[in-house]
């Protein structure tokens, strides 16, 4: 008896889920969109696909459970009800809901009819599930035509491609070249449009239509998209059941705020949560997302995904893989912008319009538009803006008025524009004492870049000691190595305890940037390069900075005139990463990952 009692419960349930009363609610709604020819109607049934679904669901639960004569004897309506909603096709449309539709009926048919009521039955069953079975439902039309002897149809596919082809020629006539200008655009079609296809937008025959939709809709300001089309579109899509060309997508990201944002969160994510990711792979994820290329063609897209970036920042200035997925991001969107027609491009003032023009066309320079001559100079007057921005700011804080805004705003573009943050320490590496006191604020303040307990200035004796020791290390040809020198650097690559640290990154890069670049011979860089990263054991980040390196002179940014040599001396220290990589013990892996 105690394993009959789920089943009694579970029948006891659907039983008083699915009285005459809820059927009569349906009917009524399957008779009102009758066709779905109207607006209205239209409109209704997309919303209350996801609860007729469910409702199917239940329905089909207690079929099951009973006989077809039971069944039809308490829902006497249940022929007309499912008999409507075969011949909605926006109901239909709905792969879902037709399979539910074609379970019903099967259901419902018998295969040895013992009464009137079910050889009634199974005969207008016969009828309906001819519509149901379509071309692409093969075991739909084998139980037709096993069982049934009745060959399938494609009625249901053919109504829909009609009713498609219908919509999207309408699409195209909407928008007449007003040559007259009292003449009215008759785009205000396409809300109503966009209203019907809201229960196909899952449905692969619907996809040109939808397209042409979105294509529409970003051509002229009257063709308005309806937000619950919206809302479904972004559902779909992000569900990954709904494929949509490049262009649909960039077009539903300038309608959709949600979905912009969830597409910069997904991207966001998958950056912070992949391990091993090289420079090379985050940026052609970031190309992949589309998102650069969304946000050359709209400046509103752009500022969107700025802002998401620049909130983020705030929170988390120090995370290297933020900057990192910054710095690519904003590389990948000049370069989409680049691309475009002249008569497409907009003021880059537009793009960034907190920051005064000059430092914004400073920092988005390349540096490969610009003399490797002339990059000292640039870097120069870069620093010198930008400690007027700072000075300002703390005057500002001692007069009580606040300049953090434009101070961040700075920065923000720095960590934008980073690749002459790459030349700051390419240069850094081939410099004298005379010349580091600009390009060592600037990398300083790229990496440390407000001043939470007036620790800036501390932060630039660091990096200044940093680089004199390195200075020192590099300079010398006779073996050993100083052993005070190479104690100090590992001393500034470790955390102190209630202490300001320097950024551990900002030390290797200046490492990296000596052993490539100082006119030291590759075995003793290399020694020297070795003995610090594995003494800090700092194997990984290392192995970043040098990737980030060779990226950057990829790009046109390489110091040296010589370019094959600083390769093969990257290549050469990459080795000895990976060498030293393997040859630790798992006991160290953890230590140092810890």
Known sequence: MSQLQPLIQLQQTTESLLNVQEMQFWLDKAVAWGQADSPDTQKDTGPHLSRLTSYLRDLLTHIN????????????????????????PYVTADDTSRKLLFQCLWGLYSEQPSNAVERKANQWIRKVLCQLATEEDDAAAQVLMKHMGVPPKDY??????????????????????????????????????????????TCPEAAPLIGALLQKSATCVRAALNEDFLDALSSAYSSQSLPLEEQAVVSLWYHSLSSLEEAVLSLLESVLTSTGS??????????????PKACAQHCSIFLVVNDIFRSILKQAEGNECVK??????????????????????????????????????SLLT???????????????????SLQKLTEEEEEGDSSGTRGHHKVFEAWFLLVQCAHWVKVTVQLLGTSGPEDCGPLLWLLTFYHHPTNRGHHRALQLVHAKEAWDHLHSLFSVLARPLPVDHLQSLVTLLSPQP?????????????????????????????????????????????????????LGLNKGSCLASDTNRVHLRIKALQNTLTHMHAAWSPAEHQAHTL
């Open 366 to 384: 390349l540096p490969s538009e610009m003399p490797r001559e002339a990059w000292r100079h640039h870097l120069n007057w870069l620093s010198s």
């Open 278 to 291: 090289t420079p090379q792979k985050l940026e052609q994820q970031v190309a992949q997302s589309l998102l």
């Open 65 to 88: 459970m009973s006989s077809t004569t039971e069944t039809m004897k308490r829902l006497p309506l249940l022929g007309q009800f499912l008999g409507r909603l075969c011949w909605n």
């Open 498 to 550: 209630l202490q300001p640290s320097l950024s551990p990154l900002l030390i290797l890069s200046l490492l990296a940037s000596f052993a490539v670049f100082f006119q030291q011979s590759l075995s003793g860089s290399t020694q020297i390069f070795q003995t610090v990263v594995a003494r800090s054991g700092r194997v990984d980040e290392a192995a970043c900075v040098l990737s980030s390196l060779e």
């Open 156 to 201: 249901h596919l053919q109504v829909l491609r009609k009713m498609v082809a219908l919509l999207q020629e309408n699409i195209g006539k909407s928008c007449n070249s007003l040559g007259n200008i009292n003449q009215r655009c008759s785009c205000d079609s396409i809300l109503a449009t966009s209203e019907a296809c809201v229960p196909l937008v």
């Open 324 to 361: 990192s997925l910054v710095q690519t991001f904003t590389s990948c969107f000049l370069r989409e912008l680049a691309l475009l027609q002249p008569q497409r491009c907009v003021s880059l003032k537009a793009f960034f319009p907190q920051l005064p023009q000059s430092l914004l066309v």
